[in-house]
């Protein structure tokens, strides 16, 4: 079991950037397939980016394809999400996820994940 807390949700302006990072608590972070998903209000939670153990698959819902890049640092338990671009449509709590599963073909179903972070608020205005 890992322990993950996000940060770096803010209030901002349409077209903007902004980074999130996910930290994770325990030990063999290296070894989880790493997701963020996002739930507006009213609304289901939805998957966004996963990234594989070493970092070299990724996943990206085609919402958020070429604006976010979902990126980690292993040696710092580490997983970051880079939103550029941003949209008022992006307006979520952004929920980072852990999972000890090897290839990212599952990596869209929150269900796979069974550890989860609390969330951090992001709201676009325009």
């Known amino acids: 079991q890992v322990q993950l807390v996000e940060s770096g949700g803010g209030l901002l302006q349409a077209g903007v950037s902004l980074r999130l990072a996910c930290t994770a608590s325990?030990?063999?972070?290296?070894?989880?397939?790493m997701g963020w998903f996002r739930q507006a209000p009213g609304k289901k939670r939805e998957f966004v980016a996963a990234i594989s153990w070493v970092g070299d698959t990724r996943d990206y819902a085609d919402s958020v394809k070429g604006r976010f890049t979902i990126s980690r640092d292993n040696a710092k338990n580490t997983v970051y999400l880079q939103m550029n671009s941003l949209k008022t449509e992006d307006t979520a709590v952004y929920y980072c996820?852990?999972?000890?599963?090897?290839?990212?073909?599952?990596?869209?179903?929150?269900?796979?994940?069974?550890?989860w972070g609390q969330g951090t608020q992001v709201t676009v205005y325009s």
């Open positions: 325990g030990r063999a972070f290296g070894t989880y397939t």
């Open positions: 996820a852990a999972a000890q599963f090897g290839s990212l073909a599952r990596s869209r179903v929150a269900g796979s994940y069974d550890n």
